[in-house]
């Protein structure tokens, strides 16, 4: 059974703080696809990276980095000198390869708040 | 180009009634998906269209629970009899019919009953 684990239920950080988001999987599947998405405060899911099972090279786009270790089942995510906007809801989520589409689990989410 | 749009956005119904959600995927997308986040938890998924098949369904509830998606364009998700433990945050997904492709969400659909 796949699984998505997200132990941070909340984190507060002031503004230009670093922050790790934290994300652990658990899948049988030897291919698979890992996701992160924001839900800010408007409602809507906004994709922000999507990384296959088979690149563990780990992106950088502006402030946000990922860190993928499957040694370990981690997908972690990093936000660095964190601004106000960043505030919302982060979701992880675990799909696995299928002749159409994808099928997500997702993790409960970590809300961020940055604080000004 | 539009994205996902999800109608309404709010809905509060009384225990008992019958609400209709609708989504409209982007032009093309013949993936089509259910999810909805109940009480502040996982985002659960409920299912799967492809075109005007459903391709999976395991994840729904209930018979309470019927989703249609006539013509391979829209989709409805009709809940009824409405109950209490049904409120939450209904979110539809569409994708393009490959392999490693993005999905991309709706605002969501934030039912209430009460």
């Known amino acids: 059974a796949q699984k998505v684990t997200q132990a941070q239920t909340e984190i507060s950080v002031v503004e230009k703080e670093d922050v790790t988001l934290d994300c652990v999987y658990e899948?049988?599947?030897?291919?698979?696809?890992l996701f992160w998405y924001k839900q800010p405060p408007s409602g809507e899911l906004v994709f922000l990276i999507r990384?296959?099972?088979?690149?563990?090279q780990n992106e950088i786009s502006g402030r946000y980095s990922w860190n993928f270790q499957k040694s370990t089942s981690s997908f972690n995510f990093t936000i660095t000198a964190s601004q106000v906007v960043d505030s919302a809801v982060y979701f992880c989520?675990?799909?696995?390869?299928?002749?159409?589409?994808?099928?997500?689990?997702f993790g409960p989410g970590t809300r961020l708040s940055v604080l000004p | 180009e539009a994205g996902v749009t999800q109608f309404p956005s709010h809905s509060v119904i009384e225990k008992g009634q019958t609400v209709t959600l609708r989504c409209d995927p982007i032009?093309?997308?013949?993936?089509l998906y259910w999810y909805r986040r109940v009480m502040g938890k996982e985002i659960k998924f409920l299912l799967h269209?492809?075109?005007?098949?459903?391709?999976?369904e395991s994840g729904m509830p209930n018979n309470r629970f019927l989703a249609e998606r006539t013509g391979g364009t829209y989709s409805t998700l009709k809940v009824q009899p409405a109950e209490l433990e049904d409120s939450g945050v209904y979110f539809c997904?569409?994708?393009?019919?490959?392999?490693?492709?993005?999905?991309?969400f709706g605002q969501g659909t934030r039912l209430t009953v009460v």
């Open positions: 997904a569409s994708s393009e019919l490959r392999v490693n492709t993005e999905a991309f």
């Open positions: 032009s093309g997308h013949d993936n």
């Open positions: 899948t049988r599947d030897t291919t698979y696809y």
């Open positions: 989520a675990l799909s696995e390869a299928r002749n159409y589409g994808q099928n997500f689990v």
């Open positions: 990384r296959n099972s088979f690149d563990e």
């Open positions: 269209f492809v075109k005007e098949s459903k391709q999976d």
